[in-house]
């Protein structure tokens, strides 16, 4: 079965600074779909970036980038010049592209504080 | 485009009682997903549906639960004898395509005392 790691319950930064967000996972399949949520507090879960496992490039989405290594079953989330805006819960999660099952495998989340 | 629905919002009740939430997802998605998320946790899927089919069932949905998707448009997820265990954020999701990240909805939390 699949599974997603974050090690980084809590992260904090400097507003306009850059902070990078870990995420692990592991999995038997050689193509996928990776995912971060964002989850701002008592507010729903919004689509912060996608990577596709078999596009070597790494996905950017203006302040958000990832850095996909797929050896190494790590994608991190960087977020540049960083808002109070940002200040969410940050979820990781992985999806099948092959087989029947759509089901999203969601990480613990890591808590990110924006202090001004 | 009014996102995706939930109702309602919270829901208290007492242990062993029954409970029914229901979710309106984007009207043209065919695809409705729900989770639900535990405190400090990340969200945990439930069930799939693809237009009206229930494609796929968690084994966390045990005999208590029932999810359906009547004419594929809204969807009511129903627990029955709840427990406090059951105490959490439930939330609903769709999507048009496999290859698209969802739209979640805001959850209904349920607090069972």
């Known amino acids: 079965a699949q599974t997603v790691t974050q090690s980084q319950p809590e992260m904090s930064v400097q507003e306009a600074e850059t902070v990078t967000l870990s995420c692990t996972y592991d999995?038997?399949?050689?193509?996928?779909?990776l995912f971060w949520y964002k989850q701002p507090p008592s507010r729903q879960m919004i689509l912060v970036i996608r990577?596709?496992?078999?596009?070597?490039q790494n996905a950017t989405e203006n302040r958000f980038s990832v850095n996909f290594q797929k050896a190494a079953k790590s994608f991190s989330l960087k977020i540049s010049d960083s808002q109070l805006g940002d200040a969410a819960m940050y979820f990781c999660?992985?999806?099948?592209?092959?087989?029947?099952?759509?089901?999203?495998?969601f990480g613990k989340g890591t808590k990110l504080t924006v202090n001004p | 485009d009014t996102g995706v629905s939930q109702n309602p919002r919270h829901k208290i009740t007492k242990r062993g009682q029954n409970v029914t939430f229901r979710c309106d997802p984007i009207?043209?998605?065919?695809?409705l997903y729900w989770y639900r998320q535990t405190l400090g946790q990340g969200p945990e899927f439930l069930t799939y549906?693809?237009?009206?089919?229930?494609?796929?069932k968690s084994r966390l949905l045990s005999d208590r639960f029932s999810a359906e998707r009547p004419k594929g448009s809204f969807s009511t997820l129903e627990i029955q004898r709840t427990e406090q265990g059951d105490s959490a954020m439930y939330l609903c999701?769709?999507?048009?395509?496999?290859?698209?990240?969802?739209?979640f909805g805001s959850g209904t939390r349920l607090t069972v005392v």
């Open positions: 999701a769709s999507s048009l395509s496999r290859d698209g990240g969802y739209t």
């Open positions: 999995t038997s399949e050689s193509d996928y779909y």
């Open positions: 990577q596709e496992a078999y596009k070597q």
């Open positions: 999660a992985y999806r099948n592209t092959q087989g029947g099952s759509e089901k999203l495998v």
């Open positions: 009207s043209e998605h065919n695809r």
């Open positions: 549906f693809q237009n009206e089919a229930q494609l796929e």
